[in-house]
């Protein structure tokens, strides 16, 4: 494929304000050409004074149009399987947001539908994107620190209310924090290793009145060769004022009103990732990137690029189809109280470059 992407963005909620910017900036490449949503008004809005984008209040109408190569879905966690699948048939590339999908039966089906259609399908694991980030994952592969051994993540953070009303139906988001930042941090995990963890050990509970998902949890994984991570998260770290999105501050991540630290260990040396925005190898900073949203615009332009280029990206369907069956065997043991045993072993069998960007697979 050459030339112009042609995007229609479906969902206009609070995460549509760190893609959309970014999407404008990566013109001519990616070209906003349609915005979907149940209301009109937000549609007007956000359209503005801009003539060539169409506007829909109906997504299979929107499907429909033949000018439209890719879609961004900013959709509920239990609308991205389906909203997804019934696009890749449709014929068009696919960047949904995470969670990939509510459960690892959905994501097969979503990785089956790309597969059939032959069509590029990106989850939005947007934190893999800062620079920081994508350093770390590039100075294990190089050895920096050893063989990677154990990876400790540690989020700390305080949340008084909900950001959104579905996020307290637990049929549409999932549970709570495993799926809004679990993701992230057991994405990262099974990046960072190149692979599935063999066992799944997790307590979760929930504290907060206002929604009925886990807002602590405490997860353990083993990996092959006597390797580990840990993840400890909670949203009830401290009491402070919320703003009006029930946030502290700007953002829960922030290190302002949290703490966010992942500490790699190796058999020669030790890695730390601060929030997303530093990083230090052996005690000495070697990376560091602003508090902006570049990681949108590079994860929509890794994106852009794999369909132009005829390659699977960064994040590919394939890759975080892993993820997605870590998280269910995190909920298995939360519920039986039991180590969820897994198929550990390489996340898939591609040619990866030293992001873990697969650029061929054996057939």
Known sequence: MSGTIRMAVVGLGRVSKSHLPALRELSPKLRLAALVSR????????????????????????????????VLLLLPHHLHAEYSIRALRAGKHVLVEKPMAMNSAEAEAMEAAADVAGRVLMIGQSRRFFTSVMESVRRLREGAIGRLINI???????????????????????????PLWGSHILDYIVWAYGETPESVYAQGFSN???????????????????????????????????????????????????VYDRYLIGTNGMMRLKDEYELEVNGAKEAECGRDAANFRRQLEEFADAILEGRQPLASGREVLPVVRVID???ESMRTNRVVRLNGGSADNGYRDEYGRVTKYES
């Open 39 to 70: 209301d009109a008004e937000k549609l007007r809005r956000e359209a503005g004074n801009e003539e060539d984008v169409k506007t829909y209040t109906s997504y299979a109408d929107m499907l429909e149009n033949e000018e439209i190569d890719a």
């Open 152 to 178: 400790n993540a540690l989020l700390l953070a305080h949340m008084d209310k909900p950001a959104a009303d579905w996020w307290t139906d637990p049929d549409k988001i999932g549970g709570f924090i495993v």
């Open 208 to 258: 907060n009145p206002h929604w009925r998902g886990e807002d602590e949890a405490a997860i353990s994984l083993r990996f092959a060769g006597g390797r580990m991570a840990n993840v400890l998260m909670s949203f009830n770290a401290g009491s402070r004022p919320t703003d009006e999105e029930g946030l502290t501050g700007k953002r829960i991540w922030s290190t302002q009103n949290g």
């Open 329 to 331: 065997a995190v909920f």
